[in-house]
């Protein structure tokens, strides 16, 4: 059962042991010392530029030989719909007030940040080993050729329905993203109210309705938490919030000291910063805009009108959208090939 | 780990497995077929009478000489504020208008269903080896008298903070339910939104907050979810969705029927029967409710409102009150006793 997994067969790497994404907070360094330390570091990317990408992946290269895995957003072109974005704007006001800011953002354009054909032409050049999607897939051909240039395709499911689709469509390996997930929720359609399975409840019925090899998120801080997604039928686990009290992480302070302070119970579901659910340490902002329920700008078309409201709140977490999980006060603060070997023997000692 | 747990020696019974007390829908064949089985049988009391209680008590003994558990609903005592039952009434007209019912009930003072001095001096003379409790704690006087009677006294937490609380109380084992459980949430306070600690991410932390044993409870539907609670140093689980399929249990054609099609993620939260947050199946009138969000009379007020629509709609699931949690899927239907052995036999071959 451990380590000698299908999953580390598919990674060719020591461990079932994914460092989840976390597009803006992961960097090249946390990437190379999880995979040096045998596990699998993932960049997650979001608005980055192509070129960026293409010198991220030289630079890891440079860093280490062993495998890693790209992340992409895979949702949906947004429809920018005027009186949504101009019922938004009136929300806002009495927030853009409140830090001093006069103006909301008229123009809501956004680069796209789909997973575009520039980007899957380099991602056919470079070869990853390791290409994986959260909001769901790109299109057939785009799978079908990452498969066919060598890479394995995971991509995250938040209900055995979605697992099952994933499945259908060719992706190689599963992340079954429990509700105590920090950061966005995989959840393909967030059109209709999600309401949250759990990750206990969900890693043992995915594994019953798909074939492929299961990946367990959401919740998982510790040793603990790696030999219970194993009892429950995973074969590796992906973990994010555990990273983020690594030195090579690239989070603010104010991130960090809310890890340290937080709580079982201190994170919420919230579209109110990007369009889309994302758990987040709860905040004045979160709450007010979540006690209206009005339609919001598709992600990731609100982060036009939110961004500045975080850029101008430096001084107060009210306006922060901090990501992290419902296990982050289990969180260590130490080195990622630290914290890689330290979950390893955990997990190792209790199974 | 396991079987010898601290929670066998506290039970003086074979598996640490506790069948949950799910008022209602128990009986005592139920309670009797677990506990010689060698698990914990629960009987759970709402508005049972305390005659009735001693009648059920009388007969688990002539089933069983092994012991089991009396639970208890520990809320406080509902406060009837005439305009918030008046804007419930008038929102639940429709609603009545669709199943053909004129009259919405003008009186809606029910007995107290909270643990009375009748309860406990029944308690005190019967001597249950185990009594549990939800929503909290009676006082502490109830508490201290019911340890110097002999029984041991175990409460449901869904928080840390919770956790804590009644490790200070005296509390002698500690049910940490997540998010995944059927049935009522034990929050002990439901003034303030519940954003849902999942089971993976709660039990360690009780584990690691409190000395008392911790019993995870919440989305556990078989032999891998048993032996992952243990990995999160848990040592023991509470069930209760996966004894609904057993054939002691009282539950409706429709009730078993809606977990045999069920999915992970056809349940939600709603206050739209007790007036208290409860996991059940989605459906029309839970979802007609909540996207209002205006207060409801308090639990156990709400159902004198309820329930004469649950009694007017025996045709439709639209207004059926199906408790059940987000791995029902994974039941099976089998005799309880030998759920409990299928159940020992998975976990200890996981183990």
């Given at each position: 059962?451990?380590?000698?997994?299908?999953?580390?067969?598919?990674?060719?790497?020591?461990?079932?042991?994914?460092q989840?994404?976390?597009?803006?907070s992961?960097?090249?360094?946390?990437?190379?010392?999880?995979?040096?330390?045998?596990?699998?570091?993932?960049?997650?990317?979001s608005?980055?530029?192509?070129?960026?990408?293409?010198?991220?992946?030289?630079?890891?290269?440079?860093?280490?030989?062993?495998?890693?895995?790209?992340?992409?957003?895979?949702?949906?072109?947004?429809?920018?719909?005027?009186?949504?974005?101009?019922?938004?704007?009136?929300?806002?006001?009495?927030?853009?007030?409140?830090?001093?800011?006069?103006?909301?953002?008229?123009?809501?354009?956004?680069?796209?940040?789909?997973?575009?054909?520039?980007?899957?032409?380099?991602?056919?050049?470079?070869?990853p080993?390791?290409?994986?999607?959260?909001?769901?897939?790109?299109?057939?051909?785009?799978?079908?050729?990452?498969?066919?240039?060598?890479?394995?395709?995971?991509?995250?499911?938040?209900?055995?329905?979605?697992?099952?689709?994933?499945?259908?469509?060719?992706?190689?390996?599963?992340?079954?993203q429990?509700?105590?997930?920090?950061?966005?929720?995989?959840?393909?359609?967030?059109?209709?109210?999600?309401?949250?399975?759990?990750?206990?409840?969900?890693?043992?019925?995915?594994?019953?309705?798909?074939?492929i090899?299961?990946?367990?998120?959401?919740?998982?801080?510790?040793?603990?938490?790696?030999?219970?997604?194993?009892?429950?039928?995973?074969?590796?686990?992906?973990?994010?919030?555990?990273?983020?009290?690594?030195?090579?992480?690239?989070?603010?302070?104010?991130?960090?000291?809310?890890?340290?302070?937080?709580?079982?119970?201190?994170?919420?579901?919230?579209?109110?910063?990007?369009?889309?659910?994302?758990?987040?340490?709860?905040?004045?902002?979160?709450?007010?805009?979540?006690?209206?329920?009005?339609?919001?700008?598709?992600?990731?078309?609100?982060y036009?009108?939110?961004?500045?409201?975080?850029?101008?709140?430096?001084?107060t977490?009210?306006?922060?959208?901090?990501?992290?999980?419902?296990?982050?006060?289990?969180?260590?603060?130490?080195p990622?090939?630290?914290?890689?070997?330290?979950?390893?023997?955990?997990?190792?000692?209790?199974?």
């Amino acid at each position: 059962m451990w380590p000698k997994t299908d999953l580390t067969d598919l990674f060719g790497n020591e461990h079932p042991i994914i460092q989840a994404p976390m597009a803006g907070s992961t960097t090249v360094e946390l990437v190379a010392a999880v995979s040096n330390a045998g596990g699998i570091g993932s960049m997650g990317y979001s608005k980055t530029s192509t070129e960026q990408i293409r010198d991220d992946v030289e630079k890891i290269r440079k860093l280490t030989d062993k495998p890693f895995n790209l992340n992409f957003f895979a949702h949906d072109t947004p429809v920018n719909k005027p009186d949504v974005i101009e019922s938004t704007r009136e929300r806002l006001k009495p927030f853009y007030s409140e830090v001093g800011l006069k103006e909301i953002p008229q123009n809501v354009s956004k680069p796209l940040l789909t997973f575009t054909e520039e980007r899957l032409e380099l991602l056919l050049e470079i070869k990853p080993l390791l290409v994986s999607f959260h909001f769901g897939l790109p299109g057939f051909d785009a799978i079908k050729s990452l498969k066919k240039a060598g890479s394995r395709i995971l991509c995250s499911a938040t209900t055995t329905a979605e697992a099952i689709a994933l499945e259908q469509s060719g992706v190689d390996i599963v992340v079954a993203q429990g509700w105590e997930a920090g950061g966005h929720r995989g959840s393909f359609d967030v059109n209709h109210e999600d309401h949250g399975v759990g990750t206990l409840a969900l890693v043992p019925q995915i594994v019953d309705a798909v074939k492929i090899p299961v990946v367990a998120a959401g919740g998982i801080a510790d040793g603990r938490g790696i030999a219970a997604a194993f009892m429950l039928g995973a074969c590796g686990v992906q973990m994010g919030t555990a990273f983020l009290s690594c030195p090579e992480v690239n989070v603010s302070d104010a991130h960090l000291e809310a890890i340290r302070i937080s709580r079982d119970d201190d994170t919420r579901l919230t579209k109110a910063f990007s369009g889309r659910p994302a758990r987040a340490r709860q905040n004045n902002y979160i709450e007010s805009m979540a006690a209206h329920r009005l339609p919001l700008p598709d992600f990731p078309t609100m982060y036009t009108l939110s961004d500045p409201l975080r850029e101008a709140s430096n001084d107060t977490l009210d306006y922060r959208f901090l990501l992290y999980g419902q296990a982050a006060a289990l969180n260590r603060e130490m080195p990622a090939a630290e914290l890689v070997q330290t979950l390893v023997t955990e997990a190792q000692n209790l199974l």
